[in-house]
């Protein structure tokens, strides 16, 4: 039986090869996983594709449709956010990669900021600069591929297509993004001199609802992935299956946490099969930046009514077990396709197992152990590489989910 085509968060388009790792490598460090395909469609669960179009020498017409194919072989979720990497100093053929890219995703808007501080690219006025020098008095002028021809970076892209490009300083960007959004596909070429600019840049385009097409240089991808960081950095998604008291206390005393919000699962439901309303629950949980706390028993008396509901449903103890676990396994999974939270709490051996043979994976890698009872680490195998801690039902204190949320918070940060 064939894969599954993977469906990632976050897509990006580079034109070579080292271009696409150096967009990759900051997404990687948040601790995302980033693949780099070399063929399509890609199979590999990911939270990041990368793709190369190797199109940079190519010209105009033959970059297009080259990126035009790629994209449309990625066979992208709706909800995926697109960003085509280009050149800080402008080589290759932006304009038409920018085009294909939004005539593939239906995007009308791209904000292009190629500037990249750190290596001394800096945007303003619209112009690109390298080390304050504007592109075309350097080396790149005379590069022996990919000549640059102008230092205008809306001359540069509107070369190569007729969609129209605006350069703006960061100020008129921040102001017209509280506009109506235009009906024809537009192009914003957004002044950026720091990383602070960049930041600002990515925050503001990533609160819109009809996300733009982001386009720029490893920089961009760098505010991206700090973005993501400060995101996602403190969110916990904890899976407590036990019905122990001890782990009913443990959630009631985090439950009074205004950063903390329970998600209740109804063991009805997971019979019938009722996954969708939970996952886009949880999803919008970590989305407004909260721990999220899923549960499966409502009370301490919750477990006295399990032979009522074995005998209802006609089936045993292990069985009913079983199809908790199995639903919490799947539900952790479609939870982990679209979000990605810091890091995971499984509290229930059975639980733990069936979540990490959700998720792929082959092993559990032990690194520390947290509120003395709690050990982490991570999985082996499978897509989920950010840290995973586990918790036997019964043990532990009413502080210990306290506890592993303060080290969440507070060391995971960092």
Known sequence: MSKQVARPQILVIADDFTGGNDAGVSLALTGMTVNVAFTLPSTEETDVLVVNSDSRAFDAPQASSRVRALALACHADSRALWLKKMDSTLRGNPGAEVEALMQVTGKNLAIVAPAFPLAGRTTEEGLCLINGVPVTQTEFASDPKTPVASA???????????????????????????????????????DAQSNADLDAIVVEAMERNDTPLLVGSAGICDALARHIQTASSRRLLAIVGSMSEIAQRQIAVVRRNPQVETVFIDIEDMLKGAVTGYVARIIGVLASGKHCIVHTCPDTDARHHIPHLCARWQVSRAQLGEKICQFLGQLTRQVADDISPAALYLSGGDVAMAVAEALGATGFRISDRVAQCVPYGHFVGGYWQRPVMTKAGGFGDETTLRQVLNYVEEKMSE
């Open 152 to 190: 205008d970076i809306c001359a540069v892209l509107q070369a190569q297509t007729t969609i129209t490009c605006r350069a703006m300083s960061l100020s008129d960007y921040l102001q017209r993004l509280t506009e109506p959004a235009a009906d024809m596909p537009q192009i914003w070429v957004v």
